[in-house]
């Protein structure tokens, strides 16, 4: 089933069809809140079980055909995303049905094995004693046949992921064509991926997990935007949420009520501990990990400006049309990677990623700067010297290990945000003050992309500045982490909330630190392995639902690995 089979006929219902008559209070078994890779996975499996399901999310449904390559003010574009500006960091992520699924760069490697025994500022081994790279691999694998993810080959890349692996080879290092959740038969290289594809070649959960807990019975609801929970007299749990207008995400249009079993909280690592927060008021004190120890993905950019005449000389490229390269808008998000430094035997901090990356206009014009010369070069003369060189940049994306310092303040009175404009745009509570580790980090991982991409007079390239927006991530993690120590995490290890049963973090807030690699696939990996756990939970309160659903095309062969795990609830 496509995206546009799975949204077309639905998408607008979701506002005034959910509105209850005066004094009832909808009731249900489970209520998802949020619909990216966290929300959908146990959406689909816990729907397959038996169990009813809402699933409430806060932007619109987008049908494939309503995805527009345009960046004006009320495109998809604009509409899909939310970018929330903090102190010391902003966020970039997904406001849609599907999520952050729509409008990633499907991007999936696995997380090294190092990454599991990291100790980041707490000193100790973080992630909980139970999770290895070993013992999540056949998570991993259920992931991966169930979106499913493939491996690119050389003639996969785009022309960017060819120079970025030329060079590499140049400068003596090792590169990689990155595993992606992308059907290359479908994709025409437009680069429009990170805002949706209207071609279904991006493997989103509007592809997979959604439309498979569409037809057993799962409900989804777009722009219902929860602001709090609070426990009901039997124990169930009492959500709270406002219907938010279609055009301007600061009008809300009324609001309501559900109660449930069992509440998923999946809306971003950005947006989890804030519903949280406001929940404290009627649920009592949260774990102190909840809003503390965030993480950006050690996350960073670097703009190359490319000299053709020297690529042409130095590494012998040219296209089909006779051009070296000026093909920055070509091809689709990431597609190589050089993982020379992803080495369990470095210490910590000084390991990390450099991915090719296309970064559309936007953030990725503002914030580039002028390399050469004294800081900053965001702006000015030669700012516009090198806008007008677009086509000849090419983005280094920098995923480094940071040190989990960000920490969210007191939560807006709606929302995840106080939000600026009509669509997009906020401002929250997020502090971020990067610790001599993380930067040291950066400065690493910055040096070796210098290296690389300099050589021999190939380019020139610096980091995108932090003066605007302050640190930025598009994979924000660890506000709600998962972890063995109360004092430095906010869920046990199965997911659920310290101190408030029934509730379960299943997104990228629950990720114990930077993983150096794009998260995505790890976060579906957890949030598979969590759903056993929900199931017996929703069980025991005496819900008939059982565990065991195939992927959600039907496939079984990767279900194997798993076949001896805890498949069905009480087993």
């Not at 991993?140 to 493939?150: A, K, L």
């Amino acid at each position: 089933m496509s995206a546009a089979e799975t949204s077309g006929a639905s998408p607008r219902a979701g506002g005034s069809a959910t509105r209850n008559p005066r004094n009832a209070i909808e009731k249900t078994d489970v209520v998802i809140v949020g619909s990216g890779f966290g929300g959908s996975i146990p959406a689909y499996h816990l729907a397959a079980g038996g169990a009813k399901v809402v699933v409430l999310e806060r932007g619109p449904w987008l049908a494939a055909d309503e995805v527009e390559h345009d960046y004006a003010l009320g495109s998809s574009y604009t509409r899909a995303f939310d970018f929330v500006a903090g102190d010391g960091m902003s966020i970039l992520g997904g406001n849609c049905v599907g999520g952050g699924s729509v409008v990633y760069f499907a991007a999936m490697p696995r997380a090294p094995k190092f990454v599991f025994d990291r100790h980041g500022s707490i000193g100790r081994r973080m992630w909980p004693s139970v999770l290895s790279r070993d013992t999540l691999e056949p998570w991993y694998d259920r992931v991966s046949e169930s979106i499913p993810v493939s491996q690119q080959d050389w003639n996969d890349v785009s022309y960017a992921g060819g120079l970025w692996a030329a060079a590499c080879d140049h400068s003596g290092r090792t590169a990689n064509p990155a595993p992606v959740a992308v059907d290359n038969d479908k994709c025409v290289n437009c680069n429009f991926m990170m805002a949706g594809c209207r071609f279904d070649a991006k493997r989103s959960m509007l592809t997979n997990y959604l439309p498979a807990a569409l037809s057993h019975g799962a409900k989804i609801r777009p722009l219902h935007e929860v602001e709090r929970l609070e426990r009901t007299e039997t124990g169930d749990y009492r959500v709270h949420y406002d219907l938010i207008d279609e055009e301007d995400y600061r009008v809300h249009t009324g609001s309501g009520v559900i109660e449930a079993k069992i509440v998923i909280i999946a809306a971003g690592a950005g947006a989890t501990p804030v519903i949280l927060q406001r929940s404290e008021a009627a649920l009592g004190t949260m774990p102190h990990a909840v809003g503390r120890y965030f993480s950006g993905n050690g996350e960073r950019l670097n703009t190359a400006i490319i000299d053709e005449d020297r690529v042409r000389e130095v590494l012998g490229l040219s296209r089909e049309d006779g051009a070296v390269y000026a093909a920055n808008h070509i091809g689709k998000g990431p597609t190589v990677a050089n993982w020379d430094k992803l080495d369990g035997s470095l210490p910590e901090y000084e390991r990390y990623s450099l991915e090719q990356l296309y970064f559309p206009p936007g953030l990725g014009t503002i914030l580039a700067q002028a390399p050469g010369g004294e800081e900053p070069r965001w702006f000015g003369a030669e700012k516009k010297e090198i806008l007008k060189q677009w086509s000849n940049w090419l983005t280094i994306f920098l995923m480094t290990e940071d040190d989990n310092e960000g920490v969210f303040g007191t939560p807006p009175p709606t929302g995840n945000a106080y939000r600026i404009s009509q669509q997009m745009l906020g401002r929250g509570s997020l502090r971020y003050d990067p610790t001599p580790n993380t930067r040291r980090g950066w400065a690493l991982a910055d040096a070796d992309c210098k290296a690389i991409i300099e050589k021999d007079g190939m380019a020139k390239v610096a980091p995108w500045t932090n003066d605007v927006v302050g640190a930025y991530t598009v994979h924000p993690l660890a506000s709600c982490r998962i972890g063995d120590d109360p004092a430095t995490s906010a869920l046990h290890p199965n997911h659920e909330l310290r101190d408030h049963a029934g509730i379960f973090v299943t997104d990228s807030a629950s990720v114990p630190g930077a993983l150096t690699v794009n998260p995505a696939m790890t976060i579906a990996a957890l949030a598979e392995r969590a759903v056993p756990g929900i199931v017996r939970a929703l069980a025991a309160r005496g819900v008939e639902v059982t565990y065991g659903a195939p992927a959600p095309d039907g496939s079984i062969t990767g279900r194997r690995a798993v076949s001896k795990l805890d498949l069905v609830a009480g087993s």
